[in-house]
């Protein structure tokens, strides 16, 4: 031990005293703004171009994590997206190495996405995946690259001697299977282990310093964070995002949402049949059940959704953010949590899985198949329905878009035999124009410290898959001398590749089975690489980092516009109030606001806000009580006219039940683009009103006006014509 003490202080040259023995490590949380553009750009999640966001209701942050045992070093980053992707883990790494040197590198960071349907997309490199987003966005991808960096630098500052622990329990009315056809497909006896058909296990890791303070906290729940619908517009973390700031507001009282000291990350596992649709799917013109083997009402997809317990999605959101915070409040605090001995290993590979070569468990050798697509995929889940009538469960192909797909590229027949009985709607493995559609390199990791393991995986593991690669884990680490792990599926971890579903699951095609990529053998091929990375790691085996994936930044097409310039209607200036608040309201009420404003998309204010909502102090000064990452704002953002180039932004202030009496005002802030392209910030704010404790007996109450103002800016009147004439002049 001593002579390992010495020889760390020989290659660190600092004195630090980690532990991993007696469960001391060198620890370190940070986090940072990911949000990027906050309008006029496609969100991430449903395949389906209409969502195009035009605000914020919560901030989408990256939050890391660092453990180190003074040998070895990994680094965890939740963030708040649809997932991981390749190019942003690439340029990540990149950054942190001019930083950093060597000490953060692709095989020890690892980025998984929560899943979030509600943030910006354009920002995975391959085709696929641009098409609802028509192209890549750089903001986007920009504002995930800078913050994920920015978090990992803040982690890697506030590095400390501390201790982890772990804990899990059940968590149920959280999700349900939207699949359980394909679900009942897995053998009994195998179905016969479980209660549930998916995991209502939360896992639970805890960072403390060595002097007491609570540093932060990971927990992993399988669940969709599909409570905001496809209709929503307004970026937002979903049920996760929510319940992430309802813990650091917890451990942080007081502090607003995404500024606490306290780091608590709510990230995703094996969450691909999981809902959070708990009502269950159904017929929305008749209001019964939808057919349970397509999810369809009288044979079309689009009347067939799932819908959660609130009255709305926003509730809904609520409620399961909610349930989750209250579980990990639970964990958090569990008296019998299990401290965390033992040393910190990670290793990683990328591997090429178009063409894996698997061994199946009867000793037959076969292959992973190039990236594909089957018909149910374009049916989308009962989470989102499809916007084609495409039925999920198909396994015939339909004419009309087999036609339409192979006056692109023909089918190869051999792909149609691999993937088999998926029948083929995209061969995207075999797309390789404007540029690569779909990435055949995957990531794989695996990280442990002491007896807590992750599995970092590249894409949606359904509960049946997640269940199978854990018990192989297990066994895996037992064989090589260490019993009794607590492994975890970190999701959607470094690459996107779809679905994982069982080789059972895959048979009966449902969106997630036509959405397992690399044909029916997926699942095996990575429960062999896992292995053999689990061994490789234990037995501290070098292995070769794989092949590079490619790095297509150069080549990336966008079809979204930039903002062209923004104005003002006559005798306005940017951050004008076009709306003021009532002077007078009460806790429970929501106040509305309007701006004269410029798109967000000048400057997304990373780390800022677009609004603030202000209470005053005694001594007369204004205190910020809220911004545009919390739950209880929203800031939404109008063009009125494209070609004047106005537009309004709305702020909506829901005052907590619990808001004592005072005066308030409320700020928006922005930046314009002129003619010509100069950017300039600007600010607007309220008049001052009162938050008055109700006696809601009174007359003065009930005679209070209820009726919101008029705010609908003048835009088509005589004046805007000539300050669009006068634009065009200077
Ligand atoms: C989305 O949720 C809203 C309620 O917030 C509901 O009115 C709407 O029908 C839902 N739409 C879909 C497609 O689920
Ligand atoms: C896939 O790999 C196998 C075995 O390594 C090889 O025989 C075969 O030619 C490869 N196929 C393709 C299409 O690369
Ligand atoms: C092994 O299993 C696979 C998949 O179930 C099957 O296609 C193959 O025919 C089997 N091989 C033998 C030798 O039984
Ligand atoms: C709140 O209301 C109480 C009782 O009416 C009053 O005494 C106090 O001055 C008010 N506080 C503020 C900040 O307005
Ligand atoms: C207000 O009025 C309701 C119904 O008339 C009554 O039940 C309640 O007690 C009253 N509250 C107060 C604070 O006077």
């Not at 966005?137 to 201790?163: C, K, L, P």
Request: with cysteine.
């Amino acid at each position: 031990m001593i002579c390992k003490v010495l020889l760390s202080l020989l290659v660190l040259g600092a004195a630090r005293a980690a532990d991993p023995a007696t469960g001391i490590y060198n620890i370190g949380v940070g986090r940072y703004d990911i949000t990027g553009p906050a309008a006029g750009v496609n969100m991430m999640g449903y395949v389906n171009p209409a969502p195009i966001n035009d605000g914020i209701h919560i901030r989408l942050f990256a939050r890391a994590f660092i453990i180190d045992d003074d040998t070895n070093r990994f680094v965890f980053v939740n963030t708040d997206l649809g997932m991981a992707t390749q190019l942003v883990k690439m340029t990540v790494v990149e950054r942190l190495k001019i930083l950093y040197g060597g000490i953060y590198t692709t095989e020890n960071v690892i980025i998984s996405g929560t899943h979030t349907h509600s943030g910006p997309a354009g920002y995975i490199q391959y085709l696929l995946y641009q098409v609802p987003s028509l192209g890549f966005i750089d903001q986007a991808y920009e504002s995930i690259v800078y913050g994920i960096v920015e978090s990992i630098i803040q982690a890697h500052n506030s590095i400390t001697t501390g201790r982890l622990y772990y804990s899990s329990g059940e968590l149920l009315n959280a999700n349900i299977n939207r699949s359980p056809s394909a679900y009942l497909n897995n053998p009994e006896e195998e179905r016969a282990k479980y209660q549930y058909d998916t995991d209502k296990t939360m896992t639970l890791l805890k960072f403390v310093a060595e002097d007491g303070t609570d540093l932060g906290m990971v927990n992993w729940f399988a669940v969709h964070p599909t409570s905001m619908n496809k209709t929503n517009t307004l970026v937002s973390g979903d049920n996760k995002g929510y319940a992430e700031q309802l813990f650091e507001k917890a451990m942080d009282p007081g502090s607003l949402a995404g500024k606490g000291k306290f780091v608590g990350a709510f990230a995703q596992s094996n969450c691909g049949d999981v809902s959070p649709n708990t009502d269950g799917p159904k017929c929305q013109d008749t209001g019964l059940a939808c057919d349970i083997l397509t999810s369809t009402c009288g044979g079309r997809v689009k009347l067939c959704y799932a819908a959660g317990p609130g009255k709305d999605m926003e509730e809904s959101t609520e409620i399961f953010g909610t349930r989750q915070f209250e579980k990990a409040v639970e964990l958090y605090n569990d008296p019998n949590a299990v401290q965390v001995i033992g040393p910190v290993q990670i290793i990683g590979q990328q591997l090429d899985m178009s063409n894996y070569t698997v061994t199946l468990a009867n000793g037959t050798a076969t292959q992973t198949c190039r990236p594909a697509l089957g018909f149910s995929f374009a049916a989308g889940a009962t989470d989102g329905p499809g916007v084609f009538d495409f039925t999920q469960g198909m396994t015939e192909d339909n004419p009309f878009w087999t036609k339409i797909v192979n006056f692109v590229v023909e089918t190869d027949p051999e792909q149609i035999v691999c993937h088999h009985p998926k029948p083929i709607l995209l061969e995207t493995g075999n797309y390789h124009r404007p540029y690569e559609w779909t990435s055949d390199i995957v990531e794989t990791q695996v990280a442990r410290v002491g007896q807590f393991v992750i599995a970092a995986v590249p894409g949606e593991f359904t509960t049946m898959s997640g269940r199978r690669m854990r018990d192989q884990l297990s066994s895996v680490f037992a064989e090589e001398g260490v019993p009794g792990i607590v492994p975890v599926i970190a999701g959607l971890s470094n690459v996107y590749t779809h679905y994982i579903t069982t080789f059972e699951e895959y048979a009966i095609q449902r969106y997630e089975g036509a959405s397992t990529i690399f044909g029916p053998h997926t699942l095996e091929a990575y429960m062999q690489h896992y292995t053999m990375l689990a061994r490789a790691m234990l037995r501290g085996k070098a292995i070769p980092p794989g092949p590079a994936p490619p790095n297509l930044l150069k080549d990336q097409i966008s079809l979204v516009r930039e903002n062209v310039y923004d104005s003002t209607p006559f005798d306005y200036a940017f951050g004008d109030v076009l709306a003021q608040p009532y002077p007078v309201v009460y806790p429970g009420e929501t106040v509305i606001v309007k701006f004269v404003s410029a798109h967000p998309r000048n400057d997304p204010l990373l780390g800022g806000s677009f609004l603030t909502v202000e209470r005053q102090a005694d001594d007369g000064s204004w205190e910020v009580i809220a911004t545009d990452a919390d739950w209880e704002t929203k800031y939404s953002w109008q063009r009125t006219s494209t070609l004047l180039g106005t537009s309004v932004a709305t702020v909506k202030w829901d005052v907590p039940e619990d808001t004592t009496n005072g005066t308030f005002r409320i700020s928006h802030t922005g930046h314009a683009k002129f003619m010509g392209g100069t950017i300039q910030s600007f600010l607007g704010v309220t008049e001052p009103f009162f938050v008055a404790l109700p006696d809601r007996n009174s007359t003065e109450f009930i005679n209070l006006p209820r009726e919101k103002p008029d705010d609908t800016p003048a835009t088509n009147n005589i004046g805007n014509l000539l300050s669009y004439v006068m634009s065009l002049v200077m």
